[in-house]
């Protein structure tokens, strides 16, 4: 099966029952899928093809919806880049994906033209009205989104896609270097997406709300697995703490796609009396402390534990539990049943039952995981040596199977979702004139995951004041990656050759006294 044939049995099906909501908006089975139609026979009339790239650079709206299953139905990859990357970083996104056409949404345009001369000429460029109310100026040349609509509504040719098909490009990366292209195909999506919807039970009454980046796996989760259950999927443009919960009763959301950032945001939220006071019944989650409070306190009846990446196919172990489950934070499900999982020491050799190691995957069919990252052989044959997609991340099982999680074994910084590529943020902080030296480490965060603490060391001469600093990152380096601590030191713990600073050490002070921008 792939992603095309999954929609067009559900729109024969289902014509006239409802598929998604976004914002507001109800679409059926049928018309979601003759709007699809429509924006593929716009890409085939711009010559966009089986295994083409297009790039997508625009925050939630409905035009990069019906995009992502009109670029499925033709066999052509997605390649959503981050809204929040800078110049910089978007053109390395679109450039190592060679993609052959991108849609910019009207808010993002500023953006996208400070890289339009450094990308191949041949590109083609699609400008989206993204509803962001920002005024276009200087797009000479650009496709107007509405030229895709001009087609018929029929069904594009089938060229018969296999499962292996790529879908889509989930740019991920580890402690250093730019972002990697993580190839995703149509059978990875959609055996996740079966294995979820069975768990939480979803059925023609459920509705699946998911409202968080479309450049994130998480959202596309949640709407496959209301497809896969017959169910609804409900969209929003963005995630809302103040309003999460008035989404929930407003659109009858029955089933929750979240993961542990927003999970803990919502925790954090003042206690109520009417925090049960919804619809909901299940929340898709990962491993964490607040898992198992979450389900508590807000009435859900079950949840599910995850661990997983985008490489190790989005969740490769997942368990469901209820209010009254008494089990270890780090307690992350079985694997699912088309994965194999191992615990391996630092000689790829099995370790004992209950024994930290390495956590490593591989699958039982093909292209279950990811299919590696395009156009980086070495990188790929690194992560995947020995047959076992090797994590990076330590963990345990235990006599029944279970996975239980421990840490990160390198020194990466994940915040909000995303991995920081430390090497450009160290490098954007040694060029400022007064820093002689820096070094940034993942510190605990409240909300889940972790902050960046920047550790600085000046050169002689006058002081720097820290909010001096955060100013210089905010002008030099996307949001996501502005560090939240700093502080000054006279010198790094050192390895023996003197080479390389011991971020291990760095890491065990913690935060410590260091200066807090949110202060």
Known sequence: MNVRSLLEEKARQRERDLFLVFQGKPFTYGEFDALVNQVAQGLVRLGIGKEDRVGGFMPNCFEWLLLYFANAKLGAVNVFVNTQYDAELLQHALSISEVKAVLVGSSLWPTYKKIREKLHVDILEVLVDDGEGVPITDASGVIPY????????????????????????????????????????????????????????????????????NYHGNVYIGIFTALMGDSAAVV???????????????????????????????????????DGDHPAKAGIFLVGEGALPFVKRFGLKRGLAMYGSTEAGGFCTMSAFGPDSRHDPRWAGKPRDDVEMAILDENDDPVPTGAPGEIVI?????????????????????????????????????ENGSLYFVGRMEESIRVKGEFIPVDRLEGCIRAHPQVFECAAV??????????????????????????????????????????????????????????????????????????????
């Open 146 to 213: 509405e030229e895709l609509l001009s087609n018929g509504s029929d069904s594009p040719a089938d060229s018969g896609l296999p499962g292996r098909t790529p879908l889509q490009f989930v740019f991920t990366s580890g402690t250093t270097g730019l972002p990697k292209p993580c190839i995703t195909s149509h059978r990875y999506l959609l055996s996740i997406t079966e294995r979820i919807s069975r768990l939480v039970e979803a059925t023609r009454e459920d509705r699946v709300l998911a409202c968080l980046p």
């Open 236 to 274: 929003e443009r963005r995630f809302s703490v103040s309003r999460y919960w008035q989404w929930v009763r407003e659109y009858g959301a029955t089933i929750l796609m979240l993961h542990i950032t927003p999970m803990n945001m919502l925790l954090k939220q003042k206690p109520h009396p009417g």
């Open 442 to 519: 993942g510190v605990p965060s409240d909300i889940g995951e972790e902050d960046v603490k920047l550790y600085i060391q000046l050169h002689q001469g006058p002081s720097l004041p820290p909010e001096g600093l955060i100013r210089y990152c905010e002008e030099n380096l996307p949001k996501f990656m502005v560090p939240r601590y700093i502080e000054f030191v006279d010198g790094f713990p050192m390895a023996s050759s003197a080479m390389k600073i011991q971020k291990v050490k760095l890491k065990e002070r913690g935060i410590g006294n260091a200066w807090d921008r949110r202060d």
């Open 362 to 398: 591989r699958d039982k069919t093909p292209h279950t995981l990811f299919s590696g990252y395009y156009n980086m052989a070495e990188k790929t044959a690194t992560a995947c040596r020995n047959f076992w997609f090797h994590s990076g991340d330590t963990g345990y099982m235990d």
